[in-house]
């Protein structure tokens, strides 16, 4: 049957493509009439391509963005005379008026000159353009989106097919991949997270320092063989290299961050540096459990580059980071249930929760560039992580149940007590890790071609000690219960080390074909893997194509797919027990994609629409169960499965000079665990096949809206809004997959208010345009949760002894999010 009802939805999802394709040739053929082309290279003062350039035809719809080498094609209407406008980020719009007759094909080469002043805001179709299966996004946004994690992967969670419900926490799933799925690049250098984090509010700052991003590009799948070996998704940031001497602070009630720039006399040398410090003590006294809240994290990155010529530079990217989690519980009163079984949780505390999760990264360019076309890049990098989670805590509990009689005096009160008992947990674990890696990177691109292919050995050292319990009581008895000994519900006790190597490397070449009505865009490449571990190869093919025909309307199409072979990382094959796996293989993901984007103007502005459609088939998988943000993992190749869907997004300036989007994805991802059989109480073998995967989110919104105030532009307003249904969830330690409830939806709304006193352009209306050397000066408050929804995270799995056999009952109780808050943060650059 789930065979029956996977075919349908690939046969639903094929045709509302086949419908948006119809609509947009229809759409062709109705104005394809008396048409004329221009076509073109837009250039700097200096001759140099300016990259990703709009072209609008004056007083029309139409209009088209340049490729990365400056060129353009436009289809335009026979007319005496029309205006051609040219604008791209950092130059002066030009206009061009041209006369063009039906069939005529004219070309129209223009030089753009820099802007005097450098403009704040951008528009969408300069800075988030899809190149098949990668998209270039305006990171600049990310000042503005109210977010209490304060982290750049806030940007990414309002994309079509990602999704997050976890406020706290700056990890997020993929078309149905796992946290850890995502790969995460920052200057062609792979970046990692800890290992040991288990919750959301124990994660400080994420790698990525915001105040530092130039460039970012995101793939939700399908992506090229220059990107690694993961199955979900990638992640490219390039840091910036300055042009001048600045620097930019802000400070809130969630901590302060810190970024200064500049470069030398002679321009050979350029440094970017900053300093963030968070504390999310305000945020979490918001939730269910009382107590002690001390979370301090800091983070000190550097960009230093060395220009010895226009040849050759070499490259440093530093990171530390110091993530400490210290939590000394007191009370917790949780009220869950149905208003015809309502309950009540309280729990009393004693003891306390100490972690610490240290890691840096070091890495060195070298950058060499014999001629324009040829690149070659070594890189030496290093990764260094001191985890430590150590915690001894007591709880009290009692569980009642609650008068709902709505007649009754005593309406809320408990009414009688359901069970009662205690807890203790302990830990001691510890990890450490050291990377060392060597690559080599290289490239030769022409305007008809790009060849890139590349290098990577890699040394993994990793000591891992475990030594965790749990003791539950309930009423005197120890759960589980034998009569004759205290038994533990929970003990794990290991000590691993690990020393391995890993190599890895491709080759992809990219070439365009220009046709009489269409252009074609064919990459293809390949990438292989290699581990000592397991003595495993695995190769991965992997293309794409991007076809762009010569239409009035900017309509692009694409198609891309191949093998994504994602060899395992350590928490992958260490088993239940603690053991390792030696017999682990790569977990194995076939994608698909086809998408198409459509480039239109409306209210003389620039919009975006684009559509994908997906299927991903699993091999080798790696069964797992998430508890918050931990991922707790089988250590075995056990499934198969599938994950497919639809994506949808329509961005642009629906208020003028800020951009907003909205997307929605609708998805499916089951796996079907091997010889997960069991016997029911008739005796009879019952296979339960395909189920929910712990990411099966099937119904997702993400929006981000922005306005100005009527007759205050100085004032502005930005909304945040996200919508998941509900994930599934199992009892932690259930032996069956096949058990499953869903949590609530995820729903949160988000909203900030800004004040300008001062901009780049030295606007603002205030005295502050006198001070020279402050180049803007802003003033935001943010309410978080607008609503006060209560979101569930995870649940406190509470055993009681409730009947005469003692036997024990269980019970899900939420864990509940962040609950409303208001922030205000000041925001200046010098």
Not at 20 to 30: K, N
Not at 83 to 90: A, D, K, L, P, Y
Not at 723 to 745: C, I, N, Q, V, W
């Amino acid at each position: 049957m789930i065979k029956r009802f996977q075919n349908n939805i690939s046969k639903s999802i094929f045709t509302v493509f086949k419908l948006i394709l119809f609509f947009l040739l229809v759409h062709q053929q109705t104005f394809g009439q008396g048409l004329g082309q221009i076509f073109g290279t837009i250039t700097d003062q200096n001759g140099k391509p300016v990259p990703y350039a709009n072209i609008v035809i004056k007083g029309t719809t139409l209009g088209i963005a340049a490729n990365e080498f400056g060129k353009y094609k436009l289809m335009v209407p026979q007319s005496d005379t029309i205006t051609v406008e040219f604008s791209s980020i950092g130059y002066s719009n030009l206009s061009v008026p041209i006369k063009i007759s039906a069939g005529e094909s004219k070309q129209l080469n223009v030089t753009l000159q820099l802007s005097q002043s450098q403009i704040e805001e951008v528009s969408v179709l300069a800075y988030q353009r899809r190149f098949g299966n990668i998209e270039r996004i305006d990171h600049r946004d990310i000042d503005f989106i109210p977010d209490v994690s304060g982290n750049f992967e806030s940007l990414l969670k309002s994309l079509p097919g990602v999704s997050s419900s976890n406020e706290l926490s700056s990890q997020y799933s993929v078309r149905g991949g796992s946290f850890d799925e995502n790969l995460v690049y920052v200057n062609d250098i792979e970046v990692y997270r800890p290992f040991l984090i288990r919750s959301g509010q124990q994660e400080g700052l994420s790698f990525i320092n915001s105040d530092m991003v130039e460039g970012v590009e995101f793939s939700a799948g399908g992506f090229n063989a220059e990107f690694g070996d993961k199955m979900a998704s990638v992640l490219s940031i390039r840091y910036r290299q300055p042009l001048k001497n600045s620097a930019r602070a802000e400070v809130s009630l969630l901590g302060a961050s810190g970024v200064v720039e500049g470069v030398s006399k002679n321009g050979k040398f350029s440094h970017i540096s900053g300093i963030r410090y968070k504390t999310s003590q305000y945020l979490l006294r918001t939730l269910d459990v009382k107590g002690d809240y001390k979370p301090s994290f800091v983070d000190f990155q550097t960009n230093l580059v060395w220009r010895f010529s226009n040849r050759f530079s070499v490259s440093f990217l530093g990171n530390y980071s110091s993530n400490k989690y210290l939590f000394a519980p007191e009370i917790r009163e949780t009220r869950f249930g149905t208003f015809n079984n309502a309950l009540q949780l309280k729990v009393y505390y004693d003891g306390q929760e100490v972690n610490r999760f240290e890691t840096a990264q070091g890495a060195v360019t070298f950058d060499f560039r014999p001629t324009e076309e040829l690149s070659l890049k070594v890189i030496a990098s290093t990764y260094v992580a001191r985890e430590a989670e150590t915690f001894d805590v007591l709880g009290q509990y009692l569980l009642n149940e609650l008068d709902n009689n709505l007649g009754s005096t005593t309406y809320g009160d408990s009414l009688i007590n359901v069970g009662i008992g205690g807890f203790l947990n302990h830990a001691r674990n510890y990890l450490n890790a050291d990377f060392y890696r060597f690559e080599h990177l290289g490239s030769h691109v022409t305007e008809a071609n790009k060849l890139k292919w590349g290098f990577r050995f890699q040394i993994e050292n990793i000591s891992d000690e475990i030594n965790e319990w749990e003791l539950i009581d309930s009423s005197g008895y120890a759960v589980p219960y034998n009569g004759e000994e205290l038994v533990l519900n929970y003990w794990l006790r290991s000590a691993n080390t690990l020393t391995s190597n890993r190599f890895s490397g491709y080759v992809q070449d990219a070439f365009t074909i220009d046709f009489t009505k269409w252009a074609l865009t064919l990459t293809a490449g390949v990438r292989s893997t290699y581990w000592t571990y397991n003595q495993q190869l695995n190769v991965s093919p992997r293309a794409s194509a991007i076809i762009k025909p010569d239409w009035k309307r900017n309509v692009a199409f694409h198609i891309s797919g191949g093998y994504y072979h994602q060899p395992p990382i350590y928490k992958e094959f260490r088993l239940s027990n603690g053991n390792l796996n030696d017999e682990i293989l790569a977990q194995e993901s076939i994608h698909f994609v086809l998408g198409s984007e459509y480039h239109f103007i409306a209210w003389k502005r620039p919009f975006r629409f684009q559509a994908e459609v997906y299927h991903k088939h699993f091999n080798n998988i790696i069964p797992y169960k998430i508890d918050n943000v931990r991922i707790k993992y089988t250590g075995e190749n056990l499934a198969t499965g599938f994950a497919q869907g639809i994506d949808l997004k329509v961005n642009g300036e629906f208020v003028e000079g800020a951009e907003s989007w909205a997307s929605i994805s609708v998805m499916r991802a089951y796996e079907d665990v091997l010889n997960d059989f069991y016997i029911d109480s008739d005796g009879n073998r019952v296979e339960p096949g395909y189920y929910p995967r712990p990411t099966d989110q099937r119904f997702n919104v993400g929006v981000f809206f922005q306005d100005y105030l009527a007759g205050q532009p100085t004032f502005r307003v930005h909304l945040s809004g996200h919508y998941g249904t509900g994930l599934p969830f199992a009892m932690p330690k259930s032996e069956r997959y096949d058990l499953f409830d869903r949590m609530p939806s995820y729903k949160r709304i988000d909203i900030g208010f800004t004040k300008v006193f001062k901009d780049d352009r030295g606007k603002g209306g205030t005295s502050l345009n006198n001070i020279k050397w402050l180049k803007s000066l802003w003033l935001g408050a943010e309410v978080f949760n607008l609503f006060d929804f209560n979101n569930t995270i995870s649940f406190l799995w509470v055993k009681t002894v409730g009947n005469q056999e003692n036997l024990a009952g269980t019970y899900a109780v939420p864990n509940y999010l962040t609950s409303r808050r208001l922030n205000i943060k000041l925001t200046a650059r010098f």
